[in-house]
DNA sequence: TTGTATGCGTTATCAT
DNA sequence: ATGATAACGCATACAA
């Protein structure tokens, strides 16, 4: 008698049956066999409650039907709702996903491509802080939000054109005099196009705008400073402004709030993101909405495209304007 | 000439240095070899820039270090938190960590729990709707704010105690007619006691209080109702009220100040979790903590145990309250 | 069609 | 201490 505790495996199956091994794996991948053999090696399969060992099977296959997903914050909606998606989309495909969080820390980054190497995942999907991250050559990578160059595709929202639009949008509100709240990233990200995106069409519009940029890891105060400096007998100099990023917009907010200025009455404010706090459809401010879905579907076909002859530099997908209650645009 | 374009494997690094295969795993794996063997197999895996294949060692070891980590909605900031420190304790210990969501669907539950004997983890960690979800009898499952009996530890936090510190906090702050507002869910969910411990905690301080229980699957339109049918004349008829979910306690002052309530002046309210929008220290509203670091750190412990002589049937972890604008007990 | 043998990359057992 | 060999569970090429 065998281990009697331990799972049963495919030589079980088969001395059960009285089949050979081979038999039992045609039966269990789907390959021709006989009627009469098929339903012995299924009721054994039934009688054991055998189930394949998916991971003998990838070390045979060389595949492992699994992804790694690595992104820096999990706490943060946005990166929350793109694990939520993702996750999703790589299970309609029958594959695993792998979690990794970085805390914005290159080095765990390098190790975290170093375990999965190890772990021989399918592919990596994710936010890499560190350009110059050292992915292996036959790794398939997709990067979220970040250029990387050297045959690993970008997936982004149309940045640039989300700015745009922003700008419109304030212009077709009433806006004439706007401001640009920005938080710098040092990482080669996209997000960098919000902020000329938005000159962009202030130009196009022929509003007046001013630019006020955090340095990186300046926090959100200097944006409350900022602010405070501009008010001058109680009003203050924009009736609209832009955040690059839904959590500044809300920090802007509130502060403007606390400084006395109705919002959206006095000033109007749009944010970036499209994020919602219980995804109950209501958005936390007035925001270009970045399409969350279709973004981790592109990375998901992306990653496991095999014959990959023709990967594109960057895919960039379109953003729309969603209400949330900071301007003057009721529903 | 071996396939090019392969990774290296151990034989590779074998016949680089000279030694045989028995040799290279005792460096790798840091036995006892001779140094100058040690030094000669050392090169040969710089040189071929080897790394072992974890999954190959899983094979052989029947051991994958990979747990499951099964929730219902990523998308909710809790299971996001919860799913984030859950995976840098893992991490912590050189576990990989699979994603599953389950959207609240059984028979997902019962698929992701093959995936995952299929997949051959060490064990998982999860929330299951389904409280007679059949998980394998040598699989460690670790469930989180829900019993499931039968040898599977539970762990939460202490809701029965979250639900009487509310109610003290609230007569502390001078409430004397309070109302409980609740969301049912028929999960075997540990979250039901939460109700009991506040009517047990408004017993002994001796203030009135009436529970309004919105149906499974009830929209928070109900709570709406059920306000407004308190108000007379303008004014409500509880001082407090305290909400089983912080996403309620939300909704519920939403409400009240559309409704013309002053919070917290009026009325104060209590929340349930601990919940913050960018986790930078500032809640949603005033609410009872949720430890959720430590929830994961104790799951990760308790999935991880080979030797569980003794493992408990519910591991009860303390909550604190946190101000959160919506209780008059500026800090 | 059905069965047999070999190999995937690693570790463990046994001789040496 | 070191090296050859078997075994983990499965898939596949090949033989029957």
Redesign the interface.
Known sequence: MKKE?S?PTMRDVAREAGVALGTVSNVVNGKPVSGSLKIRVEDAIKKLNY??????Q??KAGR?H?VA?MIP?????FW??L??HV??SL?KRKH??????TDYDSEKEREYV??A????VDGIIGFACNPGLAVE??MPFVSIDCCMGAGIPCVSSDNFGGGRLAAGKLADLGCRNVACLCAESSFGSEMGKRKAGFADGCLSRRIAYEMKSLGEGESYEGVGDFLSAHISEGKLAFDGIFCMTD?LA?FAVKTLRKLGQKVPEDVQVIGFGGLQ???DGNY?CSTIIQPIPEIAEVCVELVLQEDRVTKPLLVCLPVTYGYGGTTLDCP
């Open positions: 505790g799972v189930q394949i060992d998916s991971y003998a990838g070390l492992t699994t997903f914050d999990m706490q943060d909606p929350a709702s694990a939520s996750n999703r299970l695993r996903m792998l979690l990794y969080t170093v375990m190497r190890q772990g021989k050559e036959g959590s809300y706090l219980f995804w936390l």
